[in-house]
């Protein structure tokens, strides 16, 4: 049986649940919140180690601002009122992405979550916020000519944003789209992927463990025979 340590998710679907149910957008990315507690309390009884969620990505720049606006109030306000939830769930925060553009409120709400949670141990829950993996692989290869170190696999790894972080053994998608969306390309070389027809909202903790028993009971080969 394969063990989990590491499960990552594409959160597809929130705004075409929110058209389908006859709502807006901004609620059905609001239903969404609601999903990603429920997964994040089901990963914590699997026992799991870390658990990272694509949030934004460094296209989602080009969506409607009163929608991005919105996204980033939702954020703020869940890290505002979830933080000590958290702590006392043992939950480390990390938010792996660039936060360059975001407002210095939002900057220092995330700076403030991750520093508050840093030593908590139970799940590391990884926020790929303004994240895009070309972007990252890019950056790392800077830093390594920066530093003058050799290219190589092992040192790339070294100046990812996921420095440290053991590399996912599978990947979810909802919202029926079989794609990656230029999220961990790096990582996700030897990564089982489970694509869901279900929009993200209507994602329930029994889906999430039927993928994880099919998950324990897959044969990897590795490229191996």
């Known amino acids: 049986m394969n063990p989990v340590k590491h499960v990552a998710i594409i959160m597809d679907g929130n705004g075409r649940w929110g058209v389908k149910h006859k709502k807006s957008r901004n609620l ?63 939950i480390k925060l990390k938010i792996i992405g660039d936060k360059k553009l975001f407002s210095k409120k939002l900057k220092k709400i995330l700076n403030e979550s991750e520093k508050k949670t840093e030593s908590n141990k139970r799940l590391q829950i990884n926020l790929a916020l303004n994240y895009g993996s070309k972007s990252e692989i890019i950056n790392a290869v800077k830093l390594l000519n920066r530093n003058k170190k050799s290219i190589s696999e092992k040192n790339i790894d070294k100046y990812l944003y996921t420095k440290n972080i053991p590399t996912p053994d599978l990947l979810i998608r909802t919202g029926n789209t079989n794609r990656l969306s230029n999220f961990l390309l790096w990582q996700l070389a030897y990564t089982e992927i489970f694509f869901e027809k279900k929009l993200w909202p209507d994602f329930t903790r029994s889906d999430y463990k039927k993928i994880l028993n099919k998950y324990k009971h897959l044969k990897r080969n590795f490229g191996s025979i």
């Not at 999903?35 to 969620?53: D, P």
């Not at 980033?72 to 006392?88: C, D, R």
């Open 28 to 90: 059905g990315h609001r239903a969404g919140l609601n999903t990603i507690e429920k997964i994040i309390n089901k990963t914590i009884r699997e026992k799991i180690k870390y658990l990272t969620l694509y949030t934004f990505s460094t296209e989602n720049w080009k969506r409607p601002k009163k929608e991005i606006n919105f996204l980033f109030n939702l954020l703020e306000n869940f890290l505002k009122k979830k933080t000590s939830k958290l702590i006392n769930n043992g």
